[in-house]
């Protein structure tokens, strides 16, 4: 399985374990992932106004640097950007024209756009998956929490029930975890207000912290490297006992049984798996 790959900018830095655990199941599952040439940042959130073309630029960029071929993402707000920007390429002629005469490029909406959990679920099969997996999470007690990026909007992300999605937790099962369901698990963890209104962040993050707690959760697993931030910085200082918050690559790695380090918001490295 050959797919085009857009890292954006987090897992190139901060988050650079969360982009080294999935590249190294992915070569484990025979899933190739090319970097595309000289990619630069999707622009993070989608533009509210479909007027705000300036905003397009870059994610129609990658796309068309894909040429047609599906492209995955490891992040959620990339795959976010670079989903909704394909759909408006489709949907839009007169945008379309803009932006791509802007550009020089030709592009009208083809290719898939995936995010590695699709790829993990539609393309390969959790069935297949279950064959790679060596060190299962027996007893591990994880709920997942997806935040929106995923899920919204449902009719142009097509990822999931947006109300009640199962992507997660049947990695969680084919992993070997014990699956913990959380209430708050589709709320928005209050992205890029943990850096304007941190006041207004932390208590959205902490009911979801303390939700997943109350449901028995030791740990919980993301998509999303704005959420992982947000969501241990959070359990970190709530003067509780803290809960693991683990990117979805980083448990995949471990139970296939792959060496790798799990690297949290302070920047500490942790061994999350070994040979």
Same mark, same amino acid.
């Given at each position: 399985m050959?797919?085009?790959?857009?890292p954006?900018?987090?897992?190139?830095?901060q988050?650079? *374990?969360m982009e080294?655990?999935?590249?190294?199941?992915?070569?484990?599952l025979?899933? +190739?992932?090319i970097?595309?040439d000289?990619?630069q #940042? #999707?622009? $993070?959130?989608y533009?509210?106004?479909e007027?705000?073309?300036?905003?397009?630029? *870059?994610?129609?960029?990658t796309l068309?640097?894909?040429?047609?071929e @599906?492209?995955?993402s490891?992040?959620? $707000? #990339?795959?976010? =950007?670079l989903?909704?920007?394909?759909e408006?390429?489709?949907?839009?002629q007169?945008?379309?024209?803009k =932006?791509t005469?802007?550009?020089?490029v030709?592009?009208s909406g083809?290719?898939r756009?995936?995010?590695?959990?699709?790829?993990?679920?539609?393309?390969?099969?959790?069935?297949?998956?279950?064959?790679?997996i060596?060190? @299962?999470?027996?007893g591990?007690?994880?709920a997942?929490?997806?935040g929106?990026?995923?899920?919204? @909007?449902?009719?142009v992300?097509q990822?999931?029930?947006?109300?009640?999605?199962t992507?997660?937790?049947?990695?969680?099962?084919t992993?070997g975890a014990e699956?913990?369901?959380?209430?708050?698990?589709? +709320?928005?963890?209050? $992205?890029?207000?943990?850096?304007t209104?941190e006041?207004?962040? *932390?208590?959205? =993050?902490?009911?979801?912290i303390?939700s997943?707690?109350?449901?028995?959760?030791?740990a919980?697993?993301?998509?999303?490297p704005? #959420?992982?931030?947000?969501?241990?910085?959070c359990?970190r +200082?709530?003067?509780? +006992?803290?809960?693991?918050?683990?990117?979805?690559?980083e448990?995949?790695a471990? $139970?296939?049984?792959?060496?790798?380090?799990?690297?949290?918001?302070?920047?500490?490295?942790?061994?999350?798996?070994?040979?």
């Amino acid at each position: 399985m050959r797919y085009r790959y857009f890292p954006g900018c987090t897992l190139k830095g901060q988050a650079k *374990s969360m982009e080294d655990t999935a590249m190294a199941a992915a070569a484990a599952l025979g899933i +190739e992932l090319i970097e595309l040439d000289e990619w630069q #940042c #999707c622009g $993070a959130v989608y533009p509210l106004y479909e007027d705000e073309l300036i905003s397009l630029l *870059s994610p129609v960029r990658t796309l068309a640097a894909a040429a047609g071929e @599906p492209l995955v993402s490891l992040c959620s $707000a #990339c795959h976010h =950007v670079l989903k909704r920007a394909q759909e408006l390429m489709q949907r839009n002629q007169d945008a379309r024209h803009k =932006v791509t005469d802007f550009l020089e490029v030709e592009y009208s909406g083809e290719g898939r756009v995936l995010h590695f959990l699709e790829v993990l679920r539609d393309d390969l099969g959790f069935d297949k998956l279950t064959e790679m997996i060596k060190k @299962p999470l027996e007893g591990r007690k994880v709920a997942a929490y997806y935040g929106c990026l995923l899920l919204r @909007p449902s009719k142009v992300m097509q990822f999931d029930d947006p109300e009640n999605p199962t992507i997660m937790e049947d990695l969680l099962k084919t992993l070997g975890a014990e699956v913990v369901k959380s209430p708050y698990r589709t +709320e928005c963890c209050g $992205a890029y207000l943990s850096v304007t209104e941190e006041g207004v962040a *932390s208590d959205t =993050v902490a009911r979801i912290i303390d939700s997943a707690r109350q449901a028995g959760a030791e740990a919980l697993i993301t998509a999303c490297p704005l #959420c992982r931030y947000n969501l241990e910085n959070c359990s970190r +200082e709530d003067g509780k +006992e803290p809960i693991k918050v683990y990117y979805f690559s980083e448990l995949l790695a471990e $139970a296939m049984g792959l060496p790798g380090e799990s690297t949290g918001a302070d920047g500490s490295k942790e061994e999350v798996a070994q040979r």
